[in-house]
C-alpha cells in the first residue's frame, strides 16, 4: 500500500501528482505536505494530477476538502486533473469537490498552469 | 482462509474470515487479506473497487471506534455466492452502530462542510444492503453487494 507524491512550486502555484493509494494510511503524507499551504497567503493555486492516482477513501476525501476549504477563503483555486474511474466515483458520491475545477486531461492542467505562470509574470494583457 | 466445496445443485460458495486485534494488526494487512479474497471470488472490477472502500470505511471506522483505545478483536467474515459478496465485521465492544452515526448534509458550501461522516455515506451508497444488530456482547455489521 502506497502513496507516491511529487510536487512542484511554481510562483504562487503548487502541482501535486499523486500515485498509488490515498487511504488512511497514506492520506497523512498528503496532508502533511499541504498543510502549510492552507496559511500561506502566497499559494493560490492548487493543481493536482490524478492520472496514477488508483483509488481514495474517505480519509483521502478530508485532505480535499480542506484544501478547498482553504484556498476557497483566500479567492485562490483548486484544480484537479485525469481521475480515475473508481476515485471519480468516490470524489462524487460524497459531493467532495464543490469548488474544484475538474479538467479532462493533465495537458489542460499543464496548460492552466503555465496560464498562471504568465499571468502573474505580467505577460497577459488585463 | 475456508473454502467449501460445491455440491451438485448448489451454487459455489467461497468464503473467508480474519481476525484482527485492534490494537496491532495494521490496516495494510487486513486490506492485504481483503484483496486476496476478493481475488480469489473472481469479482468484478468495479464491484472490487466499490468494496474495497466500504472496507476500509468499516473496518477503519470499527477499529477507531470499538475499543477506544483499549486493544480487541474483530472479526471479518467475507462470503462469495453466485448473487453477491457479503461482509460481516463483528466486535465485541460497547454498543456502536455505525449506521445510527449523521449523515453529513453534502449541499453545504465547501466552507462550511464538515469533515466527518464521508466514510459512512460511502458504505451506504457503495453497498446494496446493510444492517447493524447488537448481539449478546458483539457489535455485528452486516454488508451485501450484489454481482454476477
Not at chain 2, 455466492?81 to 463483528?90: E, G, M, P, W
Request: with cysteine; hydrophobic share 40%.
Amino acid at each position: 500500500m502506497s502513496l507516491e507524491i511529487r510536487t512542484e512550486a511554481r510562483g504562487a502555484a503548487r502541482r501535486v501528482a499523486l500515485s498509488g493509494r490515498l487511504d488512511s494510511d497514506t492520506s497523512p503524507q498528503l496532508e502533511e505536505l499541504v498543510a502549510p499551504w492552507f496559511h500561506d497567503a502566497e499559494v493560490n493555486h492548487v493543481l493536482f494530477d490524478l492520472k496514477e492516482l488508483r483509488y481514495v477513501s474517505s480519509a483521502g476525501l478530508r485532505v480535499f476538502i480542506l484544501v478547498q476549504k482553504a484556498l476557497g477563503d483566500r479567492g485562490g483555486s483548486v484544480v484537479i486533473a485525469e481521475m480515475q474511474a473508481p476515485v471519480a466515483k468516490v470524489f462524487e458520491i460524497a459531493q467532495a469537490l464543490p469548488s474544484v475545477s475538474i479538467f479532462r486531461n493533465v495537458q489542460e492542467l499543464d496548460d492552466y498552469l503555465d496560464y498562471i505562470q504568465r499571468k502573474e509574470a505580467g505577460e497577459l494583457d488585463e | 482462509m475456508e473454502r467449501s466445496t460445491p455440491r451438485s445443485g448448489q451454487s459455489a460458495r467461497l468464503s473467508a474470515s480474519l481476525s484482527i486485534s485492534s490494537g496491532e494488526t495494521s490496516f495494510a494487512e487486513a486490506n492485504g487479506w481483503f484483496e486476496r479474497f476478493l481475488d480469489d471470488a473472481k469479482v468484478p472490477d468495479d464491484a472490487r473497487a466499490d468494496l474495497l472502500v466500504v472496507f476500509e470505511e468499516v473496518v477503519v471506522n470499527v477499529v477507531t471506534h470499538a475499543y477506544r483505545g483499549a486493544g480487541g478483536t474483530i472479526e471479518i467474515t467475507a462470503e462469495r455466492d453466485a448473487d453477491a459478496l457479503t461482509l460481516t465485521v463483528r466486535d465485541d465492544g460497547p454498543p456502536f452502530d455505525l449506521l445510527a452515526l449523521p449523515e453529513p448534509d453534502l449541499d453545504l458550501p465547501i466552507a462550511q462542510r464538515p469533515l466527518g461522516g464521508l466514510g459512512v455515506h460511502l458504505v451506504r451508497r457503495l453497498c446494496d444492503r446493510i444492517g447493524y444488530q447488537r448481539l449478546g456482547d458483539s457489535n455485528i455489521l452486516v454488508m451485501t453487494k450484489a454481482m454476477h
